[in-house]
């Protein structure tokens, strides 16, 4: 009896132990969309935030700590993102990296303000996100802004004197690229001949393609997610529409292509300079290829807002998430997308947006100067 509770102390002991250690690690959090529709956005998240993780740790973690990673998804719907920021500042989480979706960004970005916890969203585009003042809110990516006004710009420059529609999905994202991009377009010279609405997750298009046949729609911008951009011009190519397809970065993942088949060829789509092509960013390419994975689209973005926080906690000395916001906007962080500055408000100063063409086969490339 003696030797069996003996035994029972040094088992207690011993998990006592391996809760200390655990104890000791230090979680941070990263939020997307793992489920729904934009879940191919999710995992690129996940794994860009995986790699960061692992790399960190493997270097000695941050601050002495060893790092774990709370992976939260919010399936794109801005109640439950605020529902998971509530969940990660509960648990005295100081920094996430996320959301994808400004919809979720924009809410969660409030309740994280709300209980300590800085936010650095990898893909959040719409401005509203670091026009609030808010104090702990920061991204490694452009805005719509930004995006808009290259976008806009390429069209009038390219389709000059041709039919353009612009529609949008009503989402945060969707609408404030699209009405950039209109601003931009009508700024340029360039009225469009349509404008119209549809809502994200919608399946049949049929009505909409109708109406682009009917104004003989040479080139339609889309300002919305891949899911619908995708079935709209398998739709348009079903009624015999040649009219070209224009979107935002919510094309930078191959599901794309895995919607619309060949018929992706000549897509257009903004979105930064491709960061796998940096020399910043060669070896950890390197080591996502050995693990069979594509760090495509917000991959690295995810990859480097870790840095940033990690390389201001430890220029710091604390995760403090004020000290560490309040360090990131007064330095300069080498990330695998080069080198990063930030503004008062929590933008970067150094992105310029591109326009990338899909080939038939999967695959997309950044366009020449002449727009071929």
């Known amino acids: 009896m003696t030797s ?54 493997a270097a000695g973690g941050v601050l002495g700590k060893k790092l774990a990673l709370d992976v939260e998804d919010d399936a794109c719907d801005p109640k439950q993102a605020r529902s998971v920021a509530e969940k990660i500042g509960s648990a005295r989480i100081p920094f996430v990296v996320g959301h994808y979706c400004s919809s ?47 976008a806009g710009n390429y069209i009038a420059k ?19 690229l699209a009405d950039e991009t209109k601003k931009a377009l009508n700024k340029a010279g360039v009225t469009e001949k349509l404008y119209e609405s549809y809502t994200k997750g919608d399946k049949d298009f049929n009505a909409i393609v109708s109406r682009l ?13 891949h899911q619908e951009a995708g079935l709209i011009l398998r739709q348009m190519r079903d009624q015999g529409l040649k009219t070209i397809l224009m979107a935002g970065d919510a094309m930078a993942d191959k599901e794309y292509a895995s919607i619309t088949g060949p018929a992706a060829e000549g897509t257009l789509f903004t979105f930064g300079p491709d960061p796998r092509k940096k020399p910043t ?11 069979n994975i594509d760090p495509e689209g917000y991959t690295l973005y995810t990859y480097a807002a870790v840095q940033v926080w990690s390389q201001a906690a430890a220029k ?27 503004d008062s408000k929590g933008d970067i100063k150094q992105l310029d947006y591109v326009v990338y063409k899909w080939d038939d086969k999967g695959g997309y490339a950044e366009v020449n100067e002449k727009g071929s």
């Open 4 to 57: 069996m509770k003996l035994i029972g102390l040094a088992f207690g002991a011993s998990l006592a132990l391996s809760s200390a250690a655990f104890a000791q690690d230090l979680t941070i959090a990263v939020a997307g969309p793992m489920t729904g529709g934009e879940s191919a956005f999710g995992r690129q998240l996940r794994n860009g935030a995986d790699m960061a993780v692992a790399d960190l740790n």
């Open 104 to 150: 979720s960004s924009i809410p969660a970005s409030e309740a994280y303000a709300e209980n300590n916890v800085l936010q650095i969203t990898p893909a959040s585009t719409n401005p509203t996100f670091t026009e609030r003042k808010l104090w702990n809110v920061a991204r490694v990516c452009g805005r719509d802004d930004q995006q808009g006004q290259v």
């Open 158 to 176: 390219n389709f000059k004197g041709k039919n353009i529609a612009i529609l949008n999905d009503k989402t945060t994202y969707g609408k404030g």
């Open 213 to 225: 046949k009917a104004e003989n729609i040479d080139l339609v911008y889309v300002g919305g997610y």
């Open 281 to 291: 960013a060669a070896a950890i390419v390197e080591k996502f290829k050995a693990k």
């Open 316 to 342: 710091a000395g604390t995760t403090d998430p004020k000290k560490v916001m309040d360090t990131i906007k007064a330095g300069s962080w080498d990330t695998v997308i080069g080198k990063l500055e930030y």
